[in-house]
């Protein structure tokens, strides 16, 4: 066959994410194609997660697979590229054609990282937030639980001009502060839309040295709308793929 077939793994704080891509055997340098993907939360047990997610895949039909991520990426017997790495090759392929990135955000469940880019594309330096958990896309999860508001019912929340202030510096004075605003009546819409506030301004702030340009952000928490929306008013030229 001409097609090579390859089978990419990331292997998150929160999730596992698949990735099936063709391209053509004859020619490695070209463009590959995505011809399927998922993702599965796997709640603190990405082993079995992603033995599930691999028993629905027809592996027969797969040459290579190569996997990714922080830290689970360790765990497994397969080809594996650092994170930087993977990013850096995805930025290439989901970049618009004639946009130069200076940075690219990679906002995940457990961590911000800020990936800064060179005028070739490649990685030159990478900046993290602090070690505290406040402001992740795990973090914002659990508030929404405290909450009992589904991700979805979250999603369909537009963004308020009033949200209500919650710390961003410590997961302990947010959690008191969401806990306090519901427990006085705030609408749960507006606790949302200030955990997404604060997220935004925890992106806004590891991009506070980024030269000004087309940002793009990437990871779980880009699925996350109003937070998306709120960065969107600072930051007109944001790429989310």
Known sequence: ??????????????????????????????RPRIVDRSRHAHEGDPKRTLQRALAQIDLAGVDRIAATGRRFRQFVDLTSIPEPEAVERAYAFLKPPGVECPAVVSAGGETFMVYLLDRAGRIANAAGGNKCASGTGEFFLQQLRRMDVSFEEAARFAAVETPHPVSGRCSVFCKSDCTHATNQGVPRER??????????????????????????????????????????????GLIVP
């Open 191 to 236: 606790v949302t839309a200030g955990l997404c506030r604060m997220m935004a301004d925890k992106v806004l702030e590891l991009l506070a040295r980024v030269e000004p340009g087309a940002v793009m952000v990437v990871g779980g928490t880009a699925q996350n709308a109003m937070m998306i929306d709120y960065l969107r008013r600072a930051l007109p």
């Open 1 to 30: 066959m001409d097609t090579l077939t390859s089978l990419g793994l990331c292997l998150g704080a929160s999730t596992v994410s698949i990735v099936r891509v063709e391209g053509d055997r004859h020619a490695p340098g070209s």
